[in-house]
Structure formats: C-alpha cells, structure tokens
C-alpha cells in the first residue's frame, strides 16, 4: 500500500492514487494537472519523511473542477453601543483526483 502526506493549501491531506481531495483553490497547468509537495511518503513498510528523499517525490493530480464552499456567515455585536456588522464569506475550493505517487 502506497500513500502519502501532501501539503494542499495550508493544510495537510492523506493521498492514495485515486483519491479525491477538496482544497483551497490552486491554479493548473493548461492541460489541467497539478503537482503537490510531499510531506510524508508511506511505501510499504518503508517510510520517508528526509526532506531531500522527498524532493525527488512527486504527486501528481487531475483536476476535476473549481467550486465554492458552504456560506459562512461572520456578525459582530457590542452591547449597549449600537455596533453591529455583519459579513458573509464563501471559500474557493478546487477538488483534484490524484493521479501518481512516484
């Protein structure tokens, strides 16, 4: 069983080839694919965390399509001031399907 730990828009997401992860929105190349940072590579019984091993990795994923997250909604209130605000927010996401661990 092959996996790995990859960085995917601040945080960090467990892959296996044909995964599909959601993250925050990243630009791909004009044929659509995107290469990923390893953190962690698991290859059986060996695991490879030395960042020069990991340099030579390589996680390359499809991207499937961009979409936006759930409506957040931020409001702020001071007692006995008469101050209220409120925000809303909606996160930009992009979902990719892992293609290769090498």
């Known amino acids: 069983m092959v ?3 990859v960085r995917a828009g601040g945080r960090q997401e467990k892959v296996e ?9 990243i630009k791909a190349d004009k044929d659509g694919t995107v ?9 059986g019984d060996t695991i490879t965390s030395d960042a020069a091993a990991l340099s030579k990795v390589k996680v ?9 997250g759930p409506k957040i909604v931020i409001q702020k209130f001071k007692n006995k001031t008469g101050y209220k605000k409120r ?16």
Do not use: F, N, S
């Open 87 to 102: 925000q809303g927010h909606r996160q930009e996401l992009t979902r990719v399907k892992i293609t290769g661990i090498k």
């Open 60 to 68: 390359t994923a499809e991207v499937l399509g961009d979409l936006r």
């Open 3 to 5: 996996y790995a730990v």
């Open 35 to 43: 290469e990923l940072a390893a953190v962690l590579l698991v290859d």
């Open 17 to 25: 080839v044909g995964t599909i992860v959601t993250m925050d929105r």
